[in-house]
């Protein structure tokens, strides 16, 4: 089984450019997430995707985040303009349900650097 | 709404000894608490889980946790540590009615020296 698939897995770019991240899920995982990891924390949720409809996006910050899930299946993240404080780690995550309750898995992640 | 909290930033022991990486947590309902692992440049892995019943779960490379619910908390162990084990370490809660809100602790770094 394949797991989730992120790219890029590394980016740099200056301060007010933007950028996006590519996320595809474990085939038949409904649930798809993308976290941000600040260094030195713990994953913090963005969005939470059920299908193609968003379920939580509470802690996005929507002037300058954006996401959106294509068909149900990939998702894109993108930061238009970027800050400094935007440098971490974007995690992408699917889930399934296993064993009484939900499992998440989660990709590699993209390691954004902003300066 | 729920909360985690470990205590420890930084663990260091070493190989062979015994570890244990503390998670405490908060919430107004009943929850489910998981553990993971991240390795360095990779994703999180799920070290094992707790839902209901024996407050003693066993999950994979030999870690196990028990759930303490009068204190709130949900303790990971392993008898022996090896320099492979050598990885940041997450807890995390979700709500126990299904729930996918997964809420994750800041992670302790855990070293094992030769």
């Known amino acids: 089984e394949a797991g989730v698939a992120q790219s890029p897995r590394y980016k740099i770019i200056e301060k007010r450019q933007s950028v996006a991240f590519w996320c595809n899920p474990i085939s038949g995982h409904a649930t798809l997430y993308w976290y941000q990891q600040i260094l030195g924390q713990g994953p913090k949720l963005l969005i939470q995707?059920?299908?193609?409809?968003?379920?939580?996006d509470s802690q996005l910050p929507k002037d300058r985040f954006s996401a959106e899930r294509l068909k149900g299946v990939d998702s894109t993240l993108k930061i238009q303009p970027a800050k400094l404080e935007d440098s971490a780690v974007y995690l992408c995550?699917?889930?399934?349900?296993?064993?009484?309750?939900?499992?998440?898995?989660f990709g590699p992640g993209t390691r954004l650097t902003v300066t | 709404a729920q909360s985690v909290t470990q205590l420890d930033s930084q663990v260091p022991v070493f190989e062979e000894a015994p570890v244990e990486l503390r998670c405490n947590y908060s919430s107004s309902v009943s929850v489910y608490l998981f553990w993971y692992v991240q390795y360095p440049n990779q994703g999180l892995q799920l070290l094992l889980k707790y839902l209901s019943g024996s407050t003693l779960v066993k999950g994979i490379n030999g870690f196990e946790a028990e759930f303490n619910k009068s204190q709130t908390s949900f303790h990971l162990r392993k008898p022996s540590v090896h320099i492979s084990d050598t990885a940041e370490y997450f807890c995390a809660v979700t709500p126990g009615d299904y729930g996918q809100n997964f809420v994750f602790g800041p992670g302790t770094r855990l070293s094992v020296l030769p």
């Open positions: 995550a699917s889930s399934l349900y296993r064993d009484s309750s939900y499992e998440q898995y």
């Open positions: 995707f059920q299908n193609n409809g968003v379920v939580d």
